[in-house]
């Protein structure tokens, strides 16, 4: 299994330009989430989603959007980029709450908007 | 809110010293806990879970205990390695729900 992958690594943006961040997982877990991971800081859930056509909104929704239309991808959109975007991204995903068990993140994306 | 807190930020040991890391949440209502690790430029590992029902775990030279009443964790390193360099992230998440909130880390270097 591939587990999570991302795509791209790394991309720079200017400022008001929109791009979609990739996600993948090969493990047909029902959950899915993106994060978002400043410098020197943890990690904030910007989106997840339960399960292929249901997302939601995380504690930094602002500036991002998402869509579920299966079970092994989740897209982030960026539509309009601002500085403060500037971050390193990291989709996960989980089975299901309650079993125990645990996410699996991916490599991560890192982003500068200039 | 929830917050956590992982204390000390940074750490850093010459190689074979046991250590403590340390994780506080403001609410102590707390489902389950993970501590992940994670390497310069790469993703998050997870290391240890400890579910609902459990008070610590085991793994290796990793041992991670949680006390629901004051809303704190542990995680402890036994006969640290220089590949035991890294960012530890503890995480909760509350009742019934696989939403995670991260603690801001501890960045460990252990020298040779």
């Known amino acids: 299994n591939a587990g999570v992958t991302q795509t791209p690594k790394f991309r720079i943006l200017k400022i008001g330009q929109s791009m979609t961040l990739q996600c993948a997982q090969d493990?047909?877990?029902?959950?899915m989430y993106w994060y978002r991971q400043d410098p020197g800081m943890g990690l904030k859930l910007i989106y997840y989603?339960?399960?292929?056509?249901?997302?939601d909104k995380g504690e930094v929704p602002n500036g991002y959007n998402v869509s579920r239309s299966t079970t092994e991808d989740f897209p982030l959109r960026l539509e309009l980029a601002a500085p403060s975007q500037t971050s390193v991204y990291f989709c996960a995903s989980s089975y299901s709450p309650g079993t125990g068990e645990t996410q699996y993140f991916g490599p991560g994306t890192r982003l500068l908007v200039l | 809110k929830q917050e956590v807190t992982q204390i000390p930020a940074a750490l850093s040991v010459p190689e074979g010293e046991n250590l403590v890391l340390n994780c506080s949440f403001t609410?102590?209502?707390?489902?389950?806990l993970q501590w992940f690790r994670q390497d310069p430029g790469k993703g998050l590992t997870s290391l240890l879970l400890?579910?609902?029902?459990?008070r610590e775990q085991t793994s290796g030279r990793l041992n991670a205990s949680l006390d629901k009443s004051s809303g704190r964790s542990t995680l402890y390193i036994a006969a640290s390695q220089p590949g035991d360099s890294a960012t530890y992230l503890c995480a909760g998440s509350l009742f019934n729900t696989d939403k995670l909130i991260f603690g801001t880390g501890t960045r460990l270097q252990v020298f040779p």
């Open positions: 400890i579910q609902s029902s459990q």
């Open positions: 493990m047909n877990h029902n959950y």
């Open positions: 989603s339960v399960g292929a056509g249901i997302t």
């Open positions: 609410d102590s209502a707390i489902y389950n």
